[in-house]
């Protein structure tokens, strides 16, 4: 064949594969997206709300997982090409780095942050954050880019776009930082919404 062919074959193959990959994960994330909605993890109210982080994360984590595992069957069903030292380290590295990807999005995709009247709430996998209303400082972004409010005593709660809904946790925080420093301001920002 020619190598024009060639080249335009291998394109397409490439094409397909990378759709077929984008897709899935997008099919992926808006299923699971509706299921988090629909079973209460994400819901935003007056004055309080719930969110977490978005299902893409835990897609682009499966998929580490499962590139993981292919490496890792086609090392022990087909040996001969293991038989060379690189090849041989080259497999372990790839099924350590697409495992670690799994782990590290794994534990990324827990991320649950909860507000309420007493103040703004974050759980990850290992550990937790609150920040009361009272204490917050204005939110800004870090040296990476992320989101992050500060409180007075130095606890820091950080979120980026990948978090469902994360226009509506920088609103609730613009909101109690606009009622200033008094105790209670989110209830009151909730009665008068009832009310009004």
Do not use: N
Not at 67 to 94: E, M, N, Q, R
Not at 175 to 186: H, K, N, T
């Amino acid at each position: 064949m020619s190598p024009l062919f060639d080249s335009l074959l291998d394109d397409s193959v490439h094409s397909i594969v990378e759709w077929t990959v984008g897709g899935i994960i997008a099919l992926g994330t808006a299923i699971l997206t509706r299921a988090l909605v629909g079973r209460g993890r994400v819901r935003i109210g007056v004055g309080e709300g719930r969110t977490c982080q978005s299902p893409e994360v835990f897609m682009v984590g499966l998929l580490c997982g499962t590139i993981a595992l292919a490496c890792l069957i086609w090392g022990v069903v087909d040996p001969s090409t293991l038989s060379d030292h690189g090849s041989a380290v080259a497999w372990l590295l790839l099924i350590a780095g697409f495992t670690l990807g799994f782990v590290a999005t794994g534990a990324y995709a827990q991320h649950v942050w909860t507000w309420d009247a007493q103040g703004l709430v974050w759980r990850g996998a290992w550990r937790k954050t609150a920040i009361r209303w009272s204490d917050i400082k204005p939110p800004g972004k870090s040296w990476d880019g992320q989101f992050v409010v500060r409180d007075t005593r130095g606890h820091a709660i950080r979120w980026t776009t990948y978090t469902l809904e994360h226009q509506a946790l920088r609103d609730a925080i613009d909101a109690a930082i606009a009622w200033g420093p008094e105790s209670g301001r989110m209830a009151k920002i909730e009665t008068d919404s009832a009310t009004g």
